[in-house]
């Protein structure tokens, strides 16, 4: 080998190692930029989420066909009869209620609506919002109600909303947020580990539904029974 081939070998040879270095460098930048707009996304995401969630029970503004109650947290299910018994839907489902949930516990539970209880509450085992959401979309299609006032927690209204609409798209949803005593007395959401908690894994699941729905948003209600 002579030397100007020597000397051309030595000063090419690092060329495409610099090349992949500044490569990956770029690579490593645009992969922290997504990373950090994806952050700033979630934060925003969250705080609208957040502040959106009614801090008060509200006053309906009209009444339902039929009045639905999600399971799981405390006083929906109280609130709810307190709603039938006011005449502000015809009929009560309690979606997602435990095996042992019927009649007679709620009626010894809430002895005053004993009445509205035996003759117009309606029970499904579902076990989560989707199971909730299509459940009460054959309820309502068995009655033929098409005004809903939906029960359940302040923070939890904005999934099951999302849900119930996703199979119910031409229903009027009127929302009934329950806020517990508990967060009534905690001061702001931020103020109190466990509801700052609850409130990102809400709004965790929240993204994950919409998700789910925006993959195949023409998915038909009842492909999902």
């Excluded at 925003?44 to 799981?72: C, M, Q, S, Y």
């Excluded at 999934?159 to 905690?186: G, N, W, Y």
């Excluded at 990102?200 to 998915?219: D, Q, T």
Aim: aromatic residues 6%.
């Amino acid at each position: 080998m002579t030397q100007r081939q020597t000397s051309d070998a030595t000063t090419v040879g690092p060329a495409p190692a610099a090349h992949s270095r500044r490569l990956l460098w770029r690579l490593c930048k645009s992969g922290l930029l997504v990373c950090a707009i994806s952050a700033a996304a979630l934060l925003i995401g969250f705080a609208v989420f957040a502040w959106h969630v009614p801090k008060h029970e509200v006053t309906l503004n009209r009444d339902g066909d039929g009045i639905v109650a999600l399971t799981g947290g405390a006083s929906r299910i109280s609130d709810a009869i307190e709603l039938l018994a006011a005449g502000r839907g015809k009929r009560l489902l309690i979606s997602g209620a435990n095996p042992s949930t019927n009649s007679d516990e709620i009626s010894r539970l809430n002895p005053e609506f004993e009445k509205w209880v035996r003759c117009c509450v309606d029970f499904d085992r579902s076990v989560n919002t989707l199971g909730n959401a299509i459940e009460i979309r054959k309820w309502a299609e068995l009655r033929g109600f098409q005004a809903l006032v939906v029960v359940t927690s302040n923070y939890h209204m904005p999934r099951a909303l999302a849900e119930i609409r996703k199979q119910m798209p031409h229903a009027t949803l009127v929302p009934f947020p329950v806020v517990a005593d508990r967060q009534q007395r905690s001061g702001p959401w931020w103020s109190n580990a466990l509801t700052m908690r609850l409130m990102m894994s809400e709004y965790v699941k929240l993204i994950f539904a919409r998700l789910r729905m925006a993959i195949n948003p023409g998915a038909q209600a009842r492909e999902l029974t």
